[in-house]
């Protein structure tokens, strides 16, 4: 059972462009949750998702940012128009059951640098 | 490979019991190891270790890191029931975040 994957790795974008993270959860996982962790700082929470529902997305910046899950295929996070400020590293766990806090499993992540 | 690992899987104690919880790595470009408490929505960054030997403390929990051993220790005196959750160890190698599987820790009255 592979973990969490999540891709690409790194990612360079100019100012403007696009950004798609992809993130694979683990198998029999419907629970999805992406992060971004600035340098020196913890994890910040973005959205949690479920197949085809976005349930909170509290963390989430208004604009330029959407995250989906589809029913078949990896859960993506889309930085529209990015920004030098969106450079971080994105993180995605994953999880069978509702609360983070009682299974889940983290990616890789992908570090995005906006240049 | 780069991987991360932790010990126990799986820990229940009384409250006011003191807890040690380890963490081990094996990474070609260490940069930093942290501990996280895994709560409902999302992990608490509890402390960044980067130099070995340096205790970082917090209240009752407190961690240490051993980089000639490659592992770090999370140590959380007089527990109480707010303790229980998962613990993460995660390691920046400088590509990428490695986690651990965590450590469930349950408090019980």
């Known amino acids: 059972n592979a973990g969490v994957m999540q891709n690409p790795r790194h990612l360079v974008r100019r100012r403007g462009q696009e950004a798609r993270l992809r993130c694979s959860p683990m198998k029999g996982h419907s629970h999805v949750y992406w992060y971004r962790q600035l340098p020196e700082e913890g994890l910040k929470f973005m959205v949690y998702?479920?197949?085809?529902?976005?349930?909170?997305e509290s963390g989430m910046p208004k604009e330029r940012f959407s995250a989906e899950f589809p029913k078949e295929g990896p859960s993506i996070l889309r930085i529209q128009q990015v920004v030098r400020g969106d450079s971080a590293a994105y993180f995605c766990?994953?999880?069978?059951?509702?609360?983070?806090?009682?299974?889940?499993?983290f990616g890789q992540g992908t570090r995005l640098t906006v240049v | 490979e780069d991987k991360v690992v932790q010990s126990p899987l799986s820990l229940v104690v009384h409250e006011g019991d003191t807890v040690t919880l380890n963490c081990s790595y094996e990474?070609?470009?260490?940069?930093?190891l942290l501990w996280y408490k895994q709560e409902k929505k999302a992990p608490t960054f509890l402390f960044m270790l980067t130099s070995s030997g340096i205790e970082k403390k917090s209240g009752r929990l407190s961690s240490i890191l051993d980089k000639k051993e490659l592992f770090s220790i999370l140590n959380i005196t007089a527990t109480q029931t707010g303790d229980s959750a998962i613990y993460l160890c995660a390691v920046d190698n400088n590509n990428d975040m490695r986690f651990g599987a965590g450590t469930r820790l349950t408090v019980k009255p």
């Open positions: 766990a994953s999880s069978p059951l509702r609360a983070l806090n009682t299974e889940a499993f």
């Open positions: 998702l479920q197949k085809e529902n976005i349930i909170d």
């Open positions: 990474v070609t470009n260490f940069r930093s």
